[in-house]
């Protein structure tokens, strides 16, 4: 499975954007995927997971209610909607699939990763 993370880029704090992470592999529709991010300085953070069905999805504390994660099985994509932006979003955003155990929030747990898509919001 390959994955290519976009949708990344500068925005005003308080928009909006919309991360995609399209998949390649007939195996994508079967995998959980995580949304995680690095900001400047900092080690890389979960973000938010949802399983391969799409049910219970869930966040870190400093972005619920105001990301969402969502998966396209038909077309190999989950997104992270990502509304009412903060400066201390800014980050590279990596999308990770295939949660090897139940420990999902830890980076080390998924076997794919994309490349990152930076996100700059600017305050």
């Known amino acids: 499975v390959q994955l290519q993370a976009s949708g990344g880029g500068l925005v005003q704090a308080g928009n909006s954007l919309r991360l995609s992470c399209a998949a390649s592999g007939h195996a994508f529709s079967s995998y959980s995927v995580a949304w995680f991010r690095q900001g400047p300085g900092k080690e890389r953070e979960f973000v938010a997971y949802?399983?391969?069905?799409?049910?219970?999805?869930t966040y870190v504390d400093s972005v619920r209610g105001r990301f969402t994660i969502s998966r396209d099985n038909a077309k190999k994509t989950v997104y992270l909607q990502m509304n009412s932006l903060r400066p201390e979003d800014t980050a590279v955003y990596y999308c990770a699939a295939q949660a090897r155990n139940s420990d999902y929030r830890r980076a080390t747990t998924y076997g794919y990763w994309g490349q990152g898509t930076l996100v700059t919001v600017s305050s």
């Open positions: 949802i399983s391969w069905t799409g049910e219970s999805p």
